[in-house]
Nanobody, 123 residues
Framework: QVQLVESGGGLVQAGGSLRLSCAAS????????MGWFRQAPGKEREFVAA????????YYADSVKGRFTISRENAKNEAYLRMNSLKPEDTAVYYC????????????????WGQGTQVTVSS
């Protein structure tokens, strides 16, 4: 079992940057693929980015491609989402999640979820 805790959210102006962190408990973190999802008010939760267990593969939603970068440090049991050139439409609660099968955008494949961290981008 994996417990996930996100941090790093906050309020930022449009064009700014934030780095989200996802800290995982347990000694099996390196066996999980990690994903980031987000949910804006009144909208469904959507896929943002994913990284394979060893960092060899990454996948991004078109809306964030070129602006966001997902990474991980297995030795630290952490995953990250670097967000640059933030836009007001990036405002949402961001969740990290862990999956054993590589299907980056499929939410049902992610068995473990964090509690989320709020990101607010002002115009």
């Amino acid at each position: 079992q994996v417990q996930l805790v996100e941090s790093g959210g906050g309020l930022v102006q449009a064009g700014g940057s934030l780095r989200l962190s996802c800290a995982a408990s347990g000694r099996t973190f390196s066996s999980y693929h990690m994903g980031w999802f987000r949910q804006a008010p009144g909208k469904e939760r959507e896929f943002v980015a994913a990284i394979s267990w060893n960092g060899g593969s990454t996948y991004y939603a078109d809306s964030v491609k070129g602006r966001f970068t997902i990474s991980r440090e297995n030795a630290k049991n952490e995953a990250y989402l670097r967000m640059n050139s933030l836009k007001p439409e990036d405002t949402a609660v961001y969740y990290c999640a862990a999956a054993t099968r590589w299907a980056p955008w499929v939410q049902s494949e992610y068995a473990y979820w964090g509690q989320g961290t709020q990101v607010t981008v002002s115009s």
